[in-house]
């Protein structure tokens, strides 16, 4: 669930935005963004999703791995503690995810992996040698989860996730964690309470806990369970940005705000709320810090006291074409790429000074429902 993140907001928070200083500590890499699913709410691939309508052959290019190598090489020599989340897409797509993943551990980089969880299974062994921690999209129980995702999809994902908690139980590892993340969109979203049960029921051994981001240890888990709202926009806020960036930025935007439209979400985001503090009084959660839901879909010019971003700080993100952006699903601002320009240009460049002086005063249309909003700006 999202946060009102953190204890920094209004004054305290822009003060915080105007004095920081660059230091990167994330990069999200985007090594390929085919994908085996086709999510219906996805903002890629699904039914507004951008990446139906871009050229396939375009869509099948895939990142270099020599080049993505040395790109790392560099980032990785600034930061020697570097956090990587791997995604798409469906990452195990990349033809060179291994390769990717073992150059990071020997540059003693934590791997973070988003995947739909489908092609786990023969990557058990190599998933625990090296991954922090596994986000598995399942989108509620088997009807709800396969009418999104894909009929059978929900068992394979439970076998994979097993095979992987056995050898995690096997080895006595407690990497990498398992996180489950349910998105709440229209098909789905009243089968919360029903989810909990039907996860309880399928793992019947393991401890499956509600992830409590601001206590996320103070039970014993083999698998978390988080809920996450849609990220959306409406059609006039998206047509917005569009101008905004480029009357302000000079910036022709790419297609990826519209995969975000909602034109309405038929969604009863009252009886959710209920749904939601019956089912976080049920598994003993203090909800007080979460956001409001009902506002959450229902008033998109409140960012819950969170006014600022800082994450052009502290992440970068790399695609497929080894473009490189300030923002996590926005491909629009760009820094540079990495087959021409090095990490310190593009890290320091005059774009990327450009985008956070820019952000220190303002904020883009399409920064109320990202989810790096609700990110602490402290432990950022
Ligand atoms: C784009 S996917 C990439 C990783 C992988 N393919 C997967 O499905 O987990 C990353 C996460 O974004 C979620 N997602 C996709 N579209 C979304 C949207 N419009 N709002 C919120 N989450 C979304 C997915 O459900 C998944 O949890
Ligand atoms: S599996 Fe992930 S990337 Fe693929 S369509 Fe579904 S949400 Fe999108």
């Not at 085919?34 to 309508?53: Q, S």
């Not at 990498?176 to 793992?203: C, D, G, H, W």
Request: some cysteine.
């Amino acid at each position: 669930m999202l946060t009102k993140a953190g204890k920094l907001g209004g004054v305290a928070l822009e003060e915080h935005v105007k004095n920081l200083v660059p230091e990167i500590k994330q990069l999200t890499l985007f090594p390929s963004e085919l994908c085996n699913y086709r999510c219906n709410f996805c903002h890629i691939w699904g039914d507004t999703g951008w990446a139906l309508k871009e050229p396939q052959r375009a869509i099948r290019e895939q990142l270099d791995i020599d080049v993505l190598k040395k790109f790392l090489d560099d980032v990785t020599a600034v930061n020697k503690n570097l956090g990587v989340i791997i995604t798409g897409g469906e990452p195990m797509l990349y033809k060179h995810f291994t390769e990717l993943v073992e150059h990071l551990r020997k540059r003693k980089a934590n791997i973070y992996l988003l995947t739909n969880g489908s092609l786990i299974k023969n990557r058990v062994e190599f998933i625990m040698q090296n991954i922090v921690a596994m986000n598995i999209s399942i989108d509620g129980p088997e009807e709800f989860h396969d009418a999104i995702r894909g009929k059978g999809s929900f068992q394979k994902i439970c076998e994979n996730i097993e095979a992987l908690m056995e050898e995690k139980k096997r080895r006595k590892k407690m990497f990498p964690f398992i996180n489950i993340t349910m998105v709440l969109s229209p098909s789905n979203y009243l089968s919360i309470k029903q989810f909990m049960s039907a996860l309880r029921e399928r793992f019947k051994d393991a401890d499956v806990v509600l992830h409590d981001p601001r206590n996320p240890w103070s039970r014993r888990r083999d698998l978390s369970v988080n809920l996450a709202p849609l990220l959306f926009t409406t059609p006039e806020r998206g047509r917005a940005y569009a101008a905004q960036m480029k009357h302000d930025l000079d910036c022709e935007v790419s297609p990826a705000w519209q995969g975000f439209v909602e034109d309405s979400i038929p969604m009863d985001t009252q009886l959710l709320k209920k749904e939601l503090e019956e089912l976080w009084a049920m598994e003993g959660i203090d909800s007080s810090h979460y956001i409001d839901i009902h506002d959450y879909y229902t008033d998109i010019e409140n960012v819950f006291g969170r006014s600022k971003c800082v994450a052009p700080w502290h992440e970068m993100i790399i695609r497929r074409t080894g473009d490189v952006y300030p923002c996590v699903d926005l491909p629009d601002f760009k820094y540079g790429n990495i087959y021409e320009d090095s990490f310190a240009d593009m890290w320091e460049g005059e774009r990327a000074t450009q985008f956070r002086d820019y952000l220190k005063n303002t904020n883009l249309m399409m920064c109320n429902r990202c989810t790096r909003m609700f990110a602490d700006p402290e432990s950022f």
